[in-house]
């Protein structure tokens, strides 16, 4: 383990958030603290000695401070050898600096609040860069720190090693450094593009990490964290279980969007990225059965998000203890903002079964980022639910508060599925809605009618219902997008609907309005399409 005694520190920080202890420690370390203009004052105020940068320079600050630390000096005491180039920095009367706090300029900040841009171009650090990066290049000596989160522990190794850095230790903060000045530098680039007229994105991911395989056992895979992300899907804890894979995380994310914008007690049964089930209730036990039920079997091996903490009542709904193993509801993954102890104990009894925290409801995904070959596909998330709500039937479409809540799930589930797609959602009750059927993924809007409204039959026929047409009378059929025949209506007319949601827009809506009209069925535009492809 090759030691480095921290005999010089340079300070230069825009951000001076735990700048102060940090000094501090140095300082009782007995390590000399240079300093420039706004950094030397906090030093100051905090009665904590320092050097001024410019007795190391000889220069004095210049052109409104864009001249502070760039010098023969400052890069000569960072960048020479320890060993290899002694003789010839005494010769130069070149004292090595061991420590480089720096972080840069706010340029991301200041370009969010709305500055101009000659205001920007103030804010392009040249400095700060300069000496991270030499200092990151010569890490066999030289420290660098430019993360504030990092000033505790590095303190703590100092204090420990009486003074000294780890060869291990300064090269992970190389690491930061160079992918701080890269990230830094790509905000600069993107803007400046923007100025000239043109579009350029880098993007920024770390904590990679290999998984077992991708979607297949032949392809290898990598999970990364974006890095500018307050909270990512890559921030999961897995509570109990094994490592996940690539599926899993890909049904994990759709489970996820499923639940985000539901309130209440909200639950995804995710298979294969389309939730198979999803319901919501004020009661979680009973959103669970709701959401289960919408497809039994799929429900085999599938992802269950909850949009609350997960509560012992619930969990006892897989069975996990059941002495008839062959009763027991094999799941891979449950997933919830937080799972009580009382749960958690409970769910361990499985031991396949992966059990995960996320703040779910902390995420957000602004865009949708869409890999080719050799381009990317870069669009808004699909957040918003309707522009309009028109009932165009001579039949009006139900306006009560029961109904608005209906509506506000359906399309929330519509636009969870993969298109086509088309789903029958119920009422329970006032409190509680389900899907009662699924089309998803088809090619042919008509194909995924019939998939809805065939396992819609099929679970009420499980459940005992008497009068199946009556109850899908009651229930909304909802499509991603337009119709663009009546042949829709007319497989909806057999079926006992009564009541359609769709966005609108076909050249064919008239005839199709009029097929609805012809069978009494109340249709709503909304205005807004929804494929997920």
Not at 151 to 174: C, D, I, K, V, W
Not at 332 to 360: G, S
């Amino acid at each position: 383990m090759q030691l480095r005694k921290i005999k010089r520190a340079l300070l230069s920080v825009s951000d001076k958030s735990n700048l102060i202890p940090l000094a501090q420690g140095l300082h009782d370390l007995g390590v000399e603290l240079i300093s420039t203009g706004g950094t030397g004052r906090a030093l100051q105020e905090a009665q904590i000695p320092y050097t001024d940068i410019q007795a190391v320079t000889g220069n004095p600050e210049a052109f409104g401070g864009r001249m502070k630390t760039i010098s023969f000096q400052i890069g000569s005491a960072l960048l020479f050898d320890r060993e290899r180039d002694a003789q010839e920095a005494q010769n130069l009367n070149i004292e090595g600096i061991d420590l480089v706090v720096c972080n840069l300029y706010p340029f991301q900040k200041v370009q969010e609040a709305g500055a101009d841009f000659p205001s920007l171009i103030e804010n392009i650090d040249i400095g700060g860069p300069t000496m991270i990066r030499a200092a990151a290049k010569n890490f066999k000596d030289v420290a660098v720190l430019v993360q504030a989160s990092d000033y505790e522990g590095f303190l703590a190794e100092l204090q420990s090693q009486n003074g000294q850095t780890s060869l291990a230790l300064r090269q992970q903060l190389m690491a930061k450094a160079f992918n701080h000045t890269a990230d830094y530098d790509a905000r600069i680039a993107m803007r400046m593009d923007e100025e000239l007229g043109k579009k350029s994105l880098r993007l920024s991911f770390k904590q990679g990490r290999s998984l077992r395989y991708g979607e297949n056992s032949h392809q290898a895979a990598d999970f990364y964290r974006e890095n500018s992300s307050t909270l990512s899907l890559a921030d999961i804890r897995i509570l109990h279980g094994k490592a996940l894979s690539y599926n899993n995380l890909l049904d994990v994310q759709g489970a996820v969007d499923a639940v985000q914008g539901l309130g209440g007690q909200a639950v995804a049964v995710v298979k294969h990225s389309n939730p198979c089930g999803l319901a919501k209730s004020m009661d979680q036990r009973a959103a669970l059965e709701a959401a289960w039920s919408g497809d039994p079997i799929s429900a085999f091996g599938s992802i269950i998000a909850f949009n609350q903490p997960l509560e012992l009542k619930t969990a006892e709904f897989f069975q996990l203890d059941a002495e008839d193993r062959s009763q027991r509801k094999f799941v891979e993954v449950v997933i919830a903002p937080k799972i009580t102890a009382e749960a958690l104990e409970y769910l361990q009894q499985h031991k396949n079964l992966r059990v995960l925290e996320l703040d779910i409801a902390g995420l957000e995904k602004a865009v949708d980022y869409r890999y080719l070959s050799g381009s990317l596909l870069v669009q808004e998330a699909d957040l918003a639910l309707y522009k309009q709500q028109e009932s165009v039937t001579a039949r009006p479409f139900p306006s009560d508060e029961a109904a608005k809540g209906l509506v506000e799930f359906s399309l929330q589930a519509i636009k969870s599925i993969k298109s086509n797609a088309i789903v029958l959602v119920q009422a329970v009750n006032q409190q509680q809605y389900r899907i009662l059927g699924m089309g998803a993924g088809q090619p042919n809007r008509l194909v995924a009618t019939k998939l809805a409204i065939e396992k819609a039959k099929e679970n009420l026929k499980r459940e005992g219902a008497e009068d199946i047409a009556s109850v899908l009378g009651q229930c909304y059929l909802v499509s991603d997008a337009f119709f663009p025949f009546a042949d829709n209506v007319e497989l909806a007319t057999q079926a006992g609907i009564r009541h359609i949601l769709q966005p609108g827009g076909s050249i064919r809506d008239k005839s199709v309005i009029a097929a609805c009209d012809q069978a009494d069925i109340a249709m709503l535009f909304t205005g807004l399409r929804h494929f997920k492809h």
